[in-house]
């Protein structure tokens, strides 16, 4: 598979490396959550090449993580601003800071800390379950086969034959999803 077309499996990770897993799209996010707002602004503070900035800004304006508004008439100048759909990044930024904290701090510790204003103190990122709290542990939490890839297996299984691997899968079932979507359309 090629990295054009990841975005075509049944697999969010997937999808959303589509969008984020570009060099500089990121640190443009954490940018525009720190207040960045300006195409000179951006290109300044991560010192990324115009041609480079202006693509991503446009990938993340095309994909709805970022809005283009108008501050300036004449000449027309647009600033960058997070959609919902951007806004929804932050604890992505948070969790992967966190990491970054405590895997790759150099014996520095983290380079930053962050404050929650409601109650005062410093806090940290934390992954639980929206239904009971608990925090979420890797050995504790399973995948489970959504609509598309239950109706792909499904579908092998009546054919006699057998599911793909995980990376096969996801690809296989997102283009028979796509095929037959379109033929009951």
């Excluded at 060099?23 to 940018?31: N, S």
């Excluded at 579908?155 to 796509?178: H, I, V």
């Amino acid at each position: 598979m090629k990295w054009e077309e990841i975005d075509q499996q049944a697999c969010s990770v997937a999808r959303a490396l589509a969008v984020l897993g570009e060099r500089w799209t990121l640190l443009i996010i954490r940018d525009a959550f720190r207040g960045t707002r300006r195409f000179d602004d951006f290109q300044r503070s991560l010192g990324v090449t115009r041609h480079r900035l202006s693509e991503r800004l446009r990938k993340l304006v095309d994909e709805g993580v970022l809005t283009r508004v108008a501050y300036m008439e004449r000449p027309t100048r647009y600033e960058y601003r997070l959609t919902r759909k951007g806004l929804a990044l932050y604890p992505v930024l948070m969790t992967l800071s966190q990491w970054g904290d405590d895997w790759l701090d150099d014996g520095n510790g983290p380079p930053q800390y962050y404050r929650h204003s409601l109650c005062g103190k410093q806090t940290r990122a934390k992954l639980c379950c929206d239904e009971c709290g608990d925090p979420l542990r890797p050995e504790e939490v399973s995948a489970q086969a959504g609509e598309v890839l239950s109706t792909y297996t499904a579908y092998l299984a009546s054919q006699g034959e057998e599911a793909p691997s995980e990376g096969e899968l996801a690809r296989d079932a997102a283009r028979y999803w796509r095929e037959n979507r379109s033929d009951e359309g």
